[in-house]
């Protein structure tokens, strides 16, 4: 089964609102959890480093008020799109480090948005 | 930056062995090999990584080369299900962060 489930699989919203993704690991705790975006036929795009207890670091050309992200426990990280525009339509995935210190990633189920 | 190459595709048939390669060329000496693959509408799965030393579990093999310039991701018997985007990533020893580079979308025929 999954350890990383991210909630809703997918979602259809209006432009100018706001979308929030939720990204919780199943069983463990998770300090640091990873945001990526992926268009279309393309690779996935490392968003922000979402880190508990602290503020998330963006990669360099991701507005960071554009996607907020709260790491609001250890087991849960939010991503919220904040007035969304169709450009913004893509595949959103998030990652946890597996705590058993393997170098394993484990990826959530992806959420498919898309702004209308 | 992926810093890694590998082909936009393959192809194999089902039950045959497929070698999937990746270029690394400028890794350094703590980096990390990790592969994931991806399959359509679904966030990446786990396959194996590796530092120096051939891996093996049970889903494939990584075979580093000797100057840790390239590895080859081996499925010993590739099935339908294998069918997906192989990405070869590496990643310094102290973060989890992965860059995903382009990938190998490989195909798999019966």
């Known amino acids: 089964g999954a350890v990383v489930s991210q909630h809703p699989s997918r979602v259809i919203c209006k432009s100018g609102t706001s979308v929030k993704i939720e990204c919780r690991s199943l069983?463990?705790?998770?300090?640091?959890m990873f945001w990526y975006r992926q268009f279309p036929k393309q690779s996935l795009m490392l968003m922000a480093t979402?880190?508990?207890?602290?503020?998330?670091?963006?990669e360099q050309g991701v507005e960071k008020d554009k996607f907020l992200i709260n790491h609001a426990s250890l087991t849960l990280s939010t991503l919220t799109v904040t007035s969304a525009h169709p450009e913004d339509s893509s595949f959103y995935i998030c990652?946890?480090?597996?705590?058993?210190?393997?170098?394993?990633?484990?990826f959530g189920e992806g959420s498919r948005l898309t702004v209308l | 930056d992926a810093k890694t190459t590998q082909p936009n595709s393959m192809e194999s048939n089902e039950e045959e062995p497929v070698h999937l390669p990746c270029n690394h060329s400028?890794?350094?000496?703590?980096?990390?090999i990790h592969w994931y693959r991806q399959l359509p509408s679904q966030g990446p799965e786990y396959v194996i990584h590796?530092?120096?030393s051939n891996v093996n579990n049970r889903m494939a093999s990584l075979a580093i080369a000797e100057d840790r310039k390239s590895s080859t991701l081996i499925l010993h018997r590739a099935t339908l299900r294998d069918a997906a985007v192989y990405y070869c990533?590496?990643?310094?020893?102290?973060?989890?962060?992965?860059?995903f580079g382009t990938g190998t979308r490989l195909q798999v025929f019966p």
């Open positions: 990652s946890a480090p597996t705590p058993l210190n393997t170098g394993e990633l484990f």
């Open positions: 069983d463990f705790q998770a300090t640091t």
């Open positions: 979402s880190n508990e207890g602290s503020k998330a670091t963006y």
């Open positions: 400028t890794i350094s000496g703590t980096d990390y």
């Open positions: 590796g530092l120096t």
């Open positions: 990533i590496r990643s310094p020893y102290n973060t989890d962060k992965l860059i």
